[in-house]
C-alpha cells in the first residue's frame, strides 16, 4: 500500500478553502489507488479544529520556530524532510498564491514532476492528470514518470462540502530547520484593504460586467447584493474603468471563485471571465443579448435589460424579507 500526502495551508486557524478542496481529490485518489491518506500542516503543534473531524488515516503537525509564518525556503526544507520519512506517492495541494511561490522549488529541489493547477484526473492504467490551456479552450491529460508527483488542484476542481468524515489520528514531527539559509525574507503579512473581501470563500457573488454601462448603475447592483446577502465582484474591464478594486476581479488574472451562487449582470461571459467562475454551483446570468457566451453555461438565464431587472429584483428580494 502506498502512501498519499495532503498538504494544508492555514491561516489563524483556519485552513484554506481550496487546500480543503484539494484534500477531497486527495480522499477519491487514496480510496482509488488503494493508499493510505496523510494530511500534512506545517507550523502547528495543535491540529485546526475542522480537521479533526475529516477522513485522513492520520494528520502530520510538522512543527518548528521557523515555521511559525509563511516561508516558502523553511516550507520546501520541511517537506522535503517530511517526503524523505513518508515517501509517498503523491503529494496534492490546493493551487494557492503560496503554492504557486514553494511547490515549484519543491519540485526542482527534488528533481520531480509538479503538475500545476489541474481540474482533475482520469484514472484509466495509468492515472492521468487533467490541466486547462490556452485560456481554457482546451483539456490537456499530463501523464508523468514514474516516482513521486507533486500536484496541485485548481480552486472548485473538487467540492469541500463533499469530504467524507472521519476522525485522523494525530501524529507530530519535529523538523530542525535551524541550518536552512534564509536569501528570501518574508516582509510583514499582507493586510487586505480596508472592506476588501476574500471571493474565494463567498458563498453567494454578484459579478458585474461592463454592461452596467457607467459607475453610477453600481448603486443598483449594491442595493441587489445587500438584498441577496452577495458579494460583489467583476469583470476585468470594470476593474480597467476603476469602478472596482482589483481585488474584484473574476477570471484568469483574478480571482477563481465558487460560490454557490453566481449572478452574472452584464457580463458576456469571455473564456477569460468563465475560467474563474464556472464551477460555481449555480449559475444565473443577466444580459439582454441572447446569444452572450454567459448563457451556455448558465443554470438559469434571463434575457432583458439590466437596468430594468436589477432594480426590480432587489425591490421584489427586499419585499419578501419583509414579509
Ligand atoms: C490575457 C487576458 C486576461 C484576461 N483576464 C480577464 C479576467 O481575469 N477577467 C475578466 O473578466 N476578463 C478578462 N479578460 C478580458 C476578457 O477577454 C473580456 O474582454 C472581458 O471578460 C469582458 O468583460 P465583460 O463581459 O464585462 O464585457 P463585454 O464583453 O463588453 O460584455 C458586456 C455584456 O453586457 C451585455 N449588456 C450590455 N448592456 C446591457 C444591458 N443594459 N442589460 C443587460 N446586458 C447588457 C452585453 O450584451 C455583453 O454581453 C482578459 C483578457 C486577456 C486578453
Same mark, same amino acid.
Given at each position: *500500500?502506498?502512501?498519499?500526502? $495532503?498538504?494544508?495551508?492555514?491561516?489563524?486557524?483556519?485552513?484554506? &478553502?481550496?487546500?480543503?478542496?484539494?484534500?477531497?481529490? $486527495?480522499?477519491?485518489?487514496?480510496? +482509488?489507488?488503494?493508499?493510505?491518506?496523510?494530511?500534512?500542516?506545517?507550523?502547528?503543534?495543535?491540529?485546526?479544529?475542522? #480537521?479533526? $473531524?475529516?477522513? *485522513?488515516?492520520?494528520?502530520?503537525?510538522?512543527?518548528?520556530?521557523?515555521?511559525?509564518?509563511?516561508?516558502?525556503?523553511?516550507?520546501?526544507?520541511?517537506?522535503?524532510?517530511?517526503?524523505?520519512?513518508?515517501?509517498?506517492?503523491?503529494?496534492?495541494?490546493?493551487?494557492?498564491?503560496?503554492?504557486?511561490?514553494?511547490?515549484?522549488? #519543491?519540485?526542482?529541489?527534488?528533481? %520531480?514532476?509538479?503538475?500545476?493547477? /489541474?481540474?482533475?484526473?482520469?484514472?484509466?492504467?495509468?492515472? %492521468?492528470?487533467? %490541466?486547462?490551456?490556452?485560456?481554457?479552450?482546451?483539456?490537456?491529460?499530463?501523464?508523468?514518470?514514474?516516482?513521486?508527483?507533486?500536484?496541485?488542484?485548481?480552486?472548485?476542481?473538487?467540492?469541500?462540502?463533499?469530504?467524507?468524515?472521519?476522525?485522523?489520528?494525530?501524529?507530530? *514531527?519535529?523538523?530542525?530547520?535551524?541550518?536552512? =539559509?534564509?536569501?528570501?525574507?518574508?516582509?510583514?503579512?499582507?493586510?487586505?484593504?480596508?472592506?476588501?473581501?476574500?471571493?474565494?470563500?463567498?458563498?453567494?457573488? @454578484?459579478?458585474?460586467?461592463?454592461?452596467?454601462?457607467?459607475?453610477?448603475?453600481?448603486?443598483?447592483?449594491?442595493?441587489?447584493?445587500?438584498?441577496?446577502? +452577495?458579494?460583489?465582484?467583476?469583470? &476585468?474591464?470594470?476593474?480597467?474603468?476603476?469602478?472596482? =478594486?482589483?481585488?474584484?476581479?473574476?477570471?484568469?488574472?483574478?480571482?477563481?471563485?465558487?460560490?454557490?451562487?453566481?449572478?452574472?449582470?452584464?457580463?458576456?461571459?469571455?473564456?477569460?471571465?468563465?475560467?474563474?467562475?464556472?464551477?460555481?454551483? /449555480?449559475?444565473?446570468?443577466?444580459?439582454?443579448?441572447?446569444?452572450?457566451?454567459?448563457?451556455? @453555461?448558465?443554470?438559469?438565464? @434571463?434575457?432583458?435589460?439590466?437596468?430594468?431587472?436589477?432594480?426590480? #429584483?432587489? $425591490?421584489?428580494?427586499?419585499?419578501?424579507?419583509?414579509?
Amino acid at each position: *500500500m502506498g502512501k498519499v500526502l $495532503a498538504f494544508l495551508q492555514h491561516l489563524d486557524g483556519k485552513v484554506s &478553502r481550496n487546500s480543503l478542496e484539494a484534500l477531497k481529490g $486527495a480522499q477519491e485518489l487514496a480510496a +482509488a489507488e488503494g493508499h493510505s491518506l496523510t494530511g500534512v500542516v506545517l507550523g502547528v503543534d495543535t491540529a485546526p479544529t475542522e #480537521l479533526s $473531524a475529516i477522513h *485522513m488515516d492520520e494528520l502530520l503537525l510538522v512543527s518548528s520556530p521557523e515555521l511559525a509564518n509563511y516561508s516558502s525556503e523553511y516550507y520546501v526544507a520541511a517537506m522535503q524532510a517530511v517526503l524523505a520519512a513518508e515517501t509517498p506517492e503523491l503529494l496534492i495541494a490546493g493551487h494557492t498564491y503560496q503554492a504557486r511561490d514553494w511547490l515549484p522549488r #519543491l519540485a526542482y529541489r527534488l528533481g %520531480r514532476p509538479l503538475v500545476s493547477d /489541474c481540474v482533475g484526473y482520469h484514472q484509466d492504467s495509468d492515472l %492521468r492528470w487533467v %490541466r486547462q490551456i490556452f485560456q481554457g479552450k482546451i483539456s490537456a491529460d499530463v501523464e508523468t514518470t514514474p516516482g513521486l508527483v507533486i500536484i496541485s488542484f485548481q480552486s472548485g476542481a473538487f467540492r469541500s462540502d463533499d469530504l467524507a468524515e472521519g476522525k485522523p489520528a494525530i501524529r507530530t *514531527m519535529d523538523v530542525d530547520l535551524s541550518g536552512v =539559509p534564509l536569501r528570501v525574507r518574508p516582509g510583514e503579512r499582507f493586510q487586505e484593504a480596508k472592506g476588501a473581501v476574500d471571493l474565494s470563500r463567498a458563498e453567494r457573488i @454578484i459579478a458585474v460586467g461592463r454592461g452596467i454601462g457607467e459607475e453610477e448603475n453600481l448603486t443598483m447592483i449594491r442595493e441587489l447584493a445587500g438584498a441577496l446577502g +452577495a458579494e460583489l465582484g467583476s469583470s &476585468r474591464p470594470v476593474v480597467d474603468y476603476g469602478w472596482l =478594486p482589483q481585488d474584484h476581479q473574476i477570471g484568469s488574472s483574478g480571482q477563481t471563485v465558487t460560490p454557490k451562487l453566481y449572478l452574472a449582470v452584464g457580463v458576456s461571459g469571455a473564456i477569460q471571465h468563465q475560467v474563474g467562475m464556472k464551477n460555481s454551483d /449555480c449559475i444565473v446570468a443577466i444580459n439582454k443579448d441572447p446569444n452572450a457566451p454567459i448563457f451556455e @453555461i448558465a443554470d438559469y438565464g @434571463i434575457v432583458a435589460n439590466l437596468l430594468d431587472i436589477v432594480p426590480r #429584483l432587489a $425591490a421584489t428580494l427586499k419585499e419578501r424579507q419583509g414579509d
